[in-house]
């Protein structure tokens, strides 16, 4: 185990034209098939994907658990990135798992299902209705309400999933893995479609029904990553610890100090988002207080190059993320939407309640 550890795996020209990457370090020979439903794919035995597995906790929540990994993202000279992840610290390898007093954590459990329950308490649970038509504020208090440590869906938990994604399917278009629930749909799924697809990543398939063969790639599917149900569509989910100022873009890395729209510390100004309205993402800029975090900068691609999700900034200050039911192909892992505020809420907004050992 030691040894599987100490490997690194990458990949290479994050943020090129062709959304296809190069695999770099450990990763070099790997791959994944996809059918129908179901991915089966050569990092099940590495580290960390190797060691993500589900924990339920007292009150009856399912998580994902996610062992500290580390990072090292590399500007290139042609404005492209190299990502590393290692379960060793090498030299110049930093990690998202902090718990915002400068103390790193030794994993983070995320929801694998949406928030369900109501404003006094979300859950993450299977079988259950999604909690919308809530304020990211609301849904951050229903999730804390469990006791110390639990929190809504972050933005460093956003970035640890974009990782693990990035070097196990070597692509920045997640919808050509898996479309999920997205195309023209009407409204939310329940939570728990997901549960009879047996590999960690796939679509719902209705009992395995030989006749629903489309599953991965037709928009009407709720899908899986890792064990993480609807990581895009279905719903957005709100993102905390993430907050604008018009084109400012401020971070806190303290989940016991998160404040929807503040901009004092804790929160830090880090860099500016791109002032456009919307478009597809075509450029990421990660900000030097906090290099393994990062922005859109600049949109003109499309959803088959550079990042393939769609961005949004009409003023607003707090952030969604995955896009819902009926985004199509402006949903995935890159479509962030900063159109809100604190108080606005609706049927296609939700989230995810997840932990961290602070």
């Given amino acids: 185990m030691l040894l599987e550890k100490a490997r690194i795996y990458g990949v290479d020209g994050v943020g090129q034209s062709s959304p296809s990457l190069t695999r770099t370090d450990g990763a070099v020979g790997m791959t994944y098939s996809k059918g129908a439903s179901e991915i089966h794919s050569d990092f099940d035995k590495c580290f960390p ?44 390898f930093s990690t998202l798992f902090v718990d915002g007093k400068g103390n790193e954590i030794d994993y983070v459990l995320v929801g694998k299902y949406e928030a369900s329950g109501d404003k006094t308490k979300a859950y993450s649970k299977s079988g259950a209705t999604c909690l919308v038509n809530i304020t990211l504020p609301q849904l951050r208090t229903a999730c804390m309400a469990h ?38 749909n009407s409204a939310a799924l329940q939570t728990g479609h997901t549960d009879n697809v047996k590999t960690p990543s796939g679509s719902w398939n209705t009992n395995h029904e030989e006749g ?13 990553y890792r064990g993480i149900e609807n990581p895009w569509g279905n719903v957005w989910k709100w993102c905390d610890g993430i907050t604008f100022s018009a084109e400012k873009v401020y971070i806190c890395l303290d989940p016991t100090k998160y404040k929807s729209e503040d901009t004092k ?16 993402c075509k450029k990421i800029e990660y900000f030097d207080k906090f290099p393994l975090l990062g922005y859109t900068t600049e949109i003109g691609a499309s959803e088959n190059s550079h990042y393939c999700d769609y961005y949004y900034n009409y003023g607003g200050t707090v952030l969604a993320v995955g896009g819902s039911w009926s985004s199509g192909s402006a949903a995935g892992l890159w479509s962030w939407s900063g159109n809100y505020s604190a108080s606005n809420s609706a049927s296609y907004f939700g989230g995810r309640l997840c932990y961290k050992p602070l």
Wanted: charged content about 20%; proline content about 3%; some cysteine.
């Fill in 147 to 184: 006791g110390e440590g639990y929190q809504q869906y972050d933005f460093l938990i956003d970035a640890i999933i974009k990782e693990l994604f990035l070097v196990e399917f070597a692509t920045t278009n997640c919808q050509s893995i898996m479309r999920g629930w997205t195309d023209g």
């Fill in 49 to 92: 994907w190797s060691d993500m597995h589900e924990v339920v906790d007292e009150f009856g929540n399912v998580f994902i658990y996610i062992p500290k990994f580390y990072s090292k993202i590399t500007k290139n000279a042609n404005g492209t990135y190299k990502h590393q992840i290692s379960g060793f610290r090498y030299e110049g």
């Fill in 265 to 280: 510390p804790p929160y830090f100004y880090v860099g500016d988002r791109c002032s456009n309205n919307e478009g597809y």
């Fill in 212 to 224: 629903d063969t489309a599953c991965n790639t037709d928009g009407h599917h709720a899908c899986k």
